[in-house]
């Protein structure tokens, strides 16, 4: 899983590149800071989802609800798994950019906190629409999302170039805050971040674990 996440993030800094024929630095330093995020929102978002699904197909989420452990404790464990998970891709994809393009990284204090909110909203909604929904349902979605993420999210490139409406919808969803903290922690003199865009990434996180949680003990 941890070599998965490191040739993803390595490919997009290095495969999105080849796309564009001599990418300035405006460019270069959208591709470095967008790899990380795109990282945390395919473990969170993407490949977590998939296994819940699969363990709910198999009986195992069944046989977890047997424990006698907090559902809260539960959902603490998995997610510190996660985030270590993750942690290898980042720091890699971020030193190969270095390496090979120089960006134009001017990495903030904020970095930590900055990924930690990403990374918990990531997996806080991966659990949310997987424990509400059927397997099937939820393997749909984290479909979605993964394309939606790479083609038509403002991560590796300026929201700007989208259309009004989809604008207006990533002002809602989580994943332009997640793209627009981290920029703004990894290149704080060219890029920063609203309030707007941490108060969005709490409420997600709030929702995403709330609901998995209120799912678990209902049932």
């Known amino acids: 899983m941890t070599l998965l996440q490191i040739l993803i993030s390595t490919g997009i800094v290095i495969g999105f590149s080849y796309l564009i024929p001599n990418p300035d630095t405006e460019t ?15 473990a969170g978002m993407v490949i977590l989802p998939q296994q ?3 363990a709910k197909t198999d009986g ?3 046989y977890m609800r047997t424990w006698p452990v907090s559902r809260s404790v539960i959902l603490g464990a998995d997610t510190t798994i996660w985030l270590l998970i993750t942690l290898p891709g980042i720091i890699v994809s971020s030193i190969v950019a270095q390496l090979m393009f120089t960006p134009g ?5 904020t970095v930590v906190p900055a990924l930690l909110m990403i990374a918990l909203t990531s997996i806080g909604v991966g659990y949310g629409f997987s424990y509400l929904l059927s397997p099937t349902a939820s393997m749909g979605i984290s479909q979605i999302v993964v394309f939606g993420a790479l083609m038509f999210s403002p991560v590796n490139f300026p929201m700007e170039r989208l259309p009004n409406w989809l604008q207006s919808l990533h002002e809602v969803l989580p994943i332009y805050s997640m793209a627009e903290v981290m920029r703004a922690s990894l290149a704080a003199s060219t890029f920063d971040a609203t309030m707007g865009n941490y108060i969005n990434l709490i409420v997600w996180c709030i929702l995403g674990f709330g609901g998995a949680i209120f799912i678990l003990n209902r049932k």
């Open 105 to 109: 990284y001017d990495i903030s204090w």
């Open 60 to 62: 195992y989420m069944e």
């Open 52 to 54: 819940i699904g699969t």
């Open 28 to 42: 270069i330093l959208f591709l470095a800071t967008g790899a990380p995020t795109i990282v945390l929102i395919i």
